[in-house]
């Protein structure tokens, strides 16, 4: 039964990176595909990035110029990096499992984590 | 992009009701189309994809309809459990999210 936690600071000041992290225990990294999503407070949902164990990536073309996502295999874990953070990055980031199709992946999402509270303030 | 749009934002309904929530997106999607439920302090639950799969462990009381543009949830029987917000998600290409709907219980 796989299951997910994020982890990073829950708090930044304007301009600064966001790194988040997520391990992935009770199964293998291989297992799925992976994405980042977040919730602003009192919004909707909105889908950050995608990224597999052999480091194929995709990104939300609104967070293309900011966002990376790296795996490691070796920990299990997967990571986001997002620069210049502002207010409008204030939300709950989560990271989820999406199933593999024959010919690359299906973009639905199982969130096997908490979800982590990141806010960005001065 | 491709906008979801979901109808109504609120609704209030005693618990045995039948609900219905629709979705539109503005562009055919076929059937790729996901639901989920979000209760406060709680990770986005997947209760639907492919517009009409349920999700394994997911009560049967929910079942999706729809292709193309249109699309809806309906809750057969809504229990005291089922309250929070729905969410309606296409993934033709990049994912993107209706707006929700929050659903109370009367």
């Known amino acids: 039964h796989v299951q997910l936690q994020e982890s990073g600071p829950g708090l930044l000041k304007p301009s600064e990176t966001l790194s988040l992290t997520c391990t992935v225990s009770?199964?293998?990294?291989?297992?799925?595909?992976w994405s980042w999503i977040r919730q602003p407070p009192g919004k909707g949902l909105e889908w950050l990035g995608y990224?597999?164990?052999?480091?194929?990536?995709n990104y939300s073309p609104s967070l293309r110029s900011r966002l990376t996502l790296s795996a490691d295999t070796s920990r299990n874990q997967f990571s986001l990096t997002l620069s210049s953070v502002t207010a409008a990055d204030t939300a709950i980031y989560y990271c989820?499992?999406?199933?593999?199709?024959?010919?690359?992946?299906?973009?639905?999402?199982?969130?096997r984590g908490q979800g982590t509270q990141v806010t960005v303030s001065s | 992009d491709i906008q979801m749009t979901q109808s109504p934002s609120t609704l209030s309904a005693s618990v045995g009701d039948r609900v219905e929530i629709t979705c539109r997106a503005s562009q055919t999607i076929s059937k790729w189309l996901a639901w989920y439920q979000v209760q406060p302090g709680n990770a986005p639950k997947l209760l639907i994809y492919k517009a009409s799969t349920l999700e394994s462990g997911v009560p049967s009381r929910f079942s999706g309809s729809g292709s193309g543009t249109e699309f809806t949830l309906t809750i057969s029987s809504l229990q005291p459990d089922d309250f929070g917000t729905y969410f309606c998600q296409q993934y033709l290409n990049y994912p993107t999210f209706g707006q929700g709907t929050k659903v109370e219980i009367k």
């Open positions: 989820a499992s999406q199933p593999r199709s024959l010919t690359g992946t299906f973009y639905y999402f199982t969130f």
């Open positions: 009770g199964g293998s990294i291989s297992d799925y595909d």
């Open positions: 990224i597999s164990d052999s480091g194929s990536t």
